[in-house]
T-cell receptor, first 112, second 115 residues
Framework: GEDVEQSLFLSVREGDSSVINCTYT??????LYWYKQEPGAGLQLLTY?????DMKQDQRLTVLLNKKDKHLSLRIADTQTGDSAIYFC????????????FGSGTRLSIRP | DSGVTQTPKHLITATGQRVTLRCSPR?????VYWYQQSLDQGLQFLIQ???????AKGNILERFSAQQFPDLHSELNLSSLELGDSALYFC??????????????FGEGSRLTVL
């Protein structure tokens, strides 16, 4: 079956790094994504990684993929108050490329 | 602004009623997706249309139906509403049926409250 799991909450101090973790079940996933949902808004794609990659870095964001353990993580360096949001991990199952499966989202809150 | 427009933004209605949520995709996007976001269920995929045809179905109840019109806008119809249908309903669009990079463009959602 297809399932994506994330922890529901994460709290970090401003300026520290945030690491949001995700596990998925479909080993044939082709793309894995991180979406961000700010308060009162829809989801917006932050970054994605193709399944043949181990790491992708984009400014303050680093995505790590461990295919063996089916584990995906998003690291946000120098976390700012503007990073407060819900972060969704998502995958495209090879068996159903026309739909994307989302995790339940991790709510990131920033402490001063 | 994602380019995806959803109306209404907020809707309050009573149990047993029927409502219609409307979505206009980004210009040029052929695929429309509907998602339900509730506190206890997270983001649930409901249904996808591509160029007017249903392409994929998720956890959509029989009381719910959707369609995509020739001008590519889509409507989600929710009938015999129950308290548990209260949620945020998102529409998203993408260019094509096959997901290359998987980017979906989301509207701001329609918040439905059933009393």
């Amino acid at each position: 079956g297809e399932d994506v799991e994330q922890s529901l909450f994460l709290s970090v101090r401003e300026g520290d790094s945030s690491v949001i973790n995700c596990t998925y079940t479909d080993s044939s996933s082709t793309y894995l994504y991180w979406y961000k949902q700010e308060p009162g808004a829809g989801l917006q794609l932050l970054t994605y990684i193709f399944s043949n990659m181990d790491m992708k870095q984009d400014q303050r964001l680093t995505v790590l993929l461990n295919k063996k353990d089916k584990h995906l993580s998003l690291r946000i360096a120098d976390t700012q108050t503007g990073d407060s949001a819900i972060y969704f991990c998502a995958e495209t199952p090879y068996s159903s490329a026309s739909k994307i499966i989302f995790g339940s989202g991790t709510r990131l809150s920033i402490r001063p | 602004d994602s380019g995806v427009t959803q109306t209404p933004k907020h809707l309050i209605t009573a149990t047993g009623q029927r409502v219609t949520l409307r979505c206009s995709p980004r210009s040029g996007d052929l695929s429309v997706y509907w998602y339900q976001q509730s506190l206890d269920q997270g983001l649930q995929f409901l249904i996808q249309y591509y160029n007017g045809e249903e392409r994929a179905k998720g956890n959509i109840l029989e009381r719910f139906s959707a369609q995509q019109f020739p001008d590519l806008h889509s409507e989600l119809n929710l009938s015999s509403l129950e308290l548990g249908d209260s949620a945020l309903y998102f529409c998203a669009s993408s260019v094509g049926r096959a997901q290359n990079t998987g980017e979906l463009f989301f509207g701001e959602g329609s918040r439905l409250t059933v009393l």
